[in-house]
């Protein structure tokens, strides 16, 4: 089952891909780059919000008129970065998504990847409580309904009973102290969340956390423009906590368990939550063949020897031991790692047509950076030395998450 889901996600990856490679080329195929455009938005995120929470006060009174002065008094400024921060926080969550389905799609998440793998499911759980507490600052009738309901949610952990939400029956049961809470957990949490993001690649041999600057330049523009024609704007007033909160225009990628958490039992919720992270944690380990061992590959020129990990491919073997390896996309698009296999058995991967044609393969030929050895092997690539220091084989290296 796990294996058809796998298959049926891997090819609708590879269509995906090829059409992005048509349109913009191997070099600047968003999906070859969407660890480091999640990067990228987080600090777009982190520089945004720095300039808001300069204006922001963390006073009862003062949270939803510093909000409205920064988004209506400053629209140029204040309201155009607030939106930024809005929607380059919903493109980090779509992006982490994306990003997390497509390893899974490769099987790229077993063995030495099972640590970048539940990392990630960590900075799922750091993410989005920043998110939902930012939510929370405005002080709006969103950041109304989104606080109740949150506590409502924690207060039936054991120990609570209700002692949290007993805080938010009276307008005059919240005070600045709790802004205050709140800000500093904003701050607090995007500071984890950064730490997580580069232990998340450490395993991952030359991971690059900068897109290509094209990329990052349409990024921006996309998010300024998003920003100019659909504003963000708080919704239905200050929160008034004597009056019940109607209708409301919810984040979708932010807040979607908030209406699960205001229709069904807090232990409904709490198992969706928990079980579902007990899943993606354990994917790791679901249909995994057996237990192998390292494949020995000598690589030519120099007959470098390496020892390959079960699932590691030669070019993340060959970086990691520092080799001067050609290599570009690293998703089997560009044909840039292409080496001749003169001993031994692969496999071949998930690659593109075009870089690695049938009688290309038949020749011998495989690519690198989709290529996880069967057998050791003996290798040849079409460079002057692997010498680690060496001159690389192409102009550019690039590597991707």
């Given at each position: 089952m796990?294996?058809?889901?796998q298959?049926?996600?891997?090819?609708?990856?590879?269509?995906a891909?090829?059409?992005?490679?048509?349109?913009?080329?191997?070099?600047l195929?968003?999906?070859?780059?969407?660890?480091?455009?999640?990067?990228f938005?987080?600090?777009?995120?982190?520089?945004?919000?720095?300039?808001?929470?300069?204006?922001?006060?963390?006073?009862?009174?003062?949270?939803?008129?510093?909000?409205?002065?920064?988004?209506?008094?400053?629209?140029?400024?204040?309201?155009?970065?607030?939106?930024?921060?809005?929607?380059?926080?919903?493109?980090?969550?779509?992006?982490?998504?994306?990003?997390?389905?497509?390893?899974?799609?490769?099987d790229?998440?077993?063995?030495?990847?099972s640590?970048?793998?539940?990392?990630?499911?960590?900075?799922?759980?750091?993410?989005?409580?920043?998110?939902?507490?930012?939510?929370?600052?405005?002080?709006?009738?969103?950041?109304?309904?989104?606080?109740?309901?949150?506590?409502?949610?924690m207060?039936?952990?054991?120990?609570?009973?209700?002692?949290?939400?007993?805080?938010?029956?009276?307008?005059?049961?919240v005070?600045?102290?709790?802004?205050?809470?709140?800000?500093?957990?904003?701050?607090?949490?995007?500071?984890?969340?950064?730490?997580?993001?580069?232990?998340?690649?450490?395993?991952?041999?030359?991971?690059?956390?900068?897109?290509?600057?094209?990329?990052?330049?349409?990024?921006?523009?996309?998010?300024?423009?998003?920003?100019?024609?659909?504003?963000?704007?708080?919704?239905?007033?200050?929160?008034?906590?004597?009056?019940?909160?109607?209708?409301?225009?919810?984040?979708?990628?932010?807040?979607?368990?908030?209406?699960?958490?205001?229709?069904?039992?807090?232990?409904?919720?709490?198992?969706?939550?928990?079980?579902?992270?007990?899943?993606?944690?354990?994917l790791?380990?679901?249909?995994?063949?057996?237990?192998?061992?390292?494949?020995?590959?000598?690589?030519?020129?120099?007959?470098?020897q390496?020892?390959?990990?079960p699932?590691?491919?030669?070019?993340?073997?060959?970086?990691?031991?520092?080799?001067?390896?050609?290599?570009?996309?690293?998703?089997?698009?560009?044909?840039?790692?292409?080496?001749?296999?003169?001993?031994?058995?692969?496999?071949?991967?998930?690659?593109?047509?075009?870089?690695?044609?049938?009688?290309?393969?038949?020749?011998?030929?495989?690519?690198?950076?989709?290529?996880?050895?069967?057998?050791?092997?003996?290798?040849?690539?079409?460079?002057?030395?692997?010498?680690?220091?060496?001159?690389?084989?192409?102009?550019?290296h690039?590597?991707?998450?």
């Open positions: 796990t294996g058809s889901v298959a049926a996600l891997r090819h609708a990856f590879m269509a891909e090829a059409v992005f490679n048509r349109a913009f080329g191997d070099r195929n968003p999906l070859y780059h969407l660890g480091a455009i999640t990067f938005l987080f600090w777009v995120v982190a520089a945004s919000g720095l300039y808001l929470y300069a204006f922001f006060r963390t006073g009862v009174p003062e949270a939803y008129s510093s909000v409205e002065a920064l988004t209506h008094g400053q629209w140029w400024v204040g309201g155009i970065l607030r939106s930024v921060h809005r929607y380059a926080s919903d493109a980090m969550v779509l992006l982490m998504g994306v990003h997390m389905l497509r390893h899974y799609a490769y790229r998440l077993r063995g030495f990847r640590f970048s793998w539940l990392t990630g499911v960590a900075l799922i759980w750091l993410v989005y409580i920043s998110g939902i507490n930012g939510y929370m600052l405005p002080w709006d009738r969103l950041a109304q309904f989104t606080i109740v309901t949150s506590f409502q949610l207060d039936s952990l054991p120990g609570l009973g209700g002692t949290l939400v007993r805080n938010f029956l009276y307008p005059e049961s005070n600045d102290r709790f802004f205050s809470l709140l800000a500093f957990i904003h701050i607090g949490v995007p500071l984890l969340v950064l730490l997580l993001m580069f232990v998340h690649v450490q395993r991952v041999p030359k991971a690059a956390t900068n897109p290509p600057r094209p990329i990052a330049l349409g990024v921006s523009v996309m998010l300024l423009l998003l920003s100019i024609l659909l504003p963000v704007h708080s919704q239905g007033g200050v929160a008034d906590l004597a009056t019940e909160v109607g209708a409301l225009a919810l984040d979708w990628f932010y807040l979607p368990l908030l209406p699960l958490i205001d229709d069904w039992a807090p232990s409904a919720v709490w198992g969706l939550l928990l079980g579902g992270t007990l899943l993606l944690c354990a790791p380990w679901v249909g995994r063949r057996g237990t192998q061992r390292p494949h020995q590959v000598a690589l030519h020129p120099g007959s470098k390496l020892a390959v990990r699932g590691e491919t030669l070019l993340e073997a060959g970086l990691r031991a520092g080799l001067a390896l050609p290599y570009d996309c690293r998703n089997g698009g560009c044909g840039v790692c292409l080496c001749h296999v003169m001993a031994g058995r692969i496999d071949h991967g998930a690659y593109q047509p075009s870089a690695l044609t049938a009688a290309m393969r038949a020749n011998g030929k495989a690519l690198m950076c989709c290529a996880v050895p069967l057998d050791d092997l003996v290798v040849e690539v079409d460079v002057a030395s692997l010498e680690p220091g060496a001159a690389p084989a192409v102009s550019r690039v590597g991707r998450i």
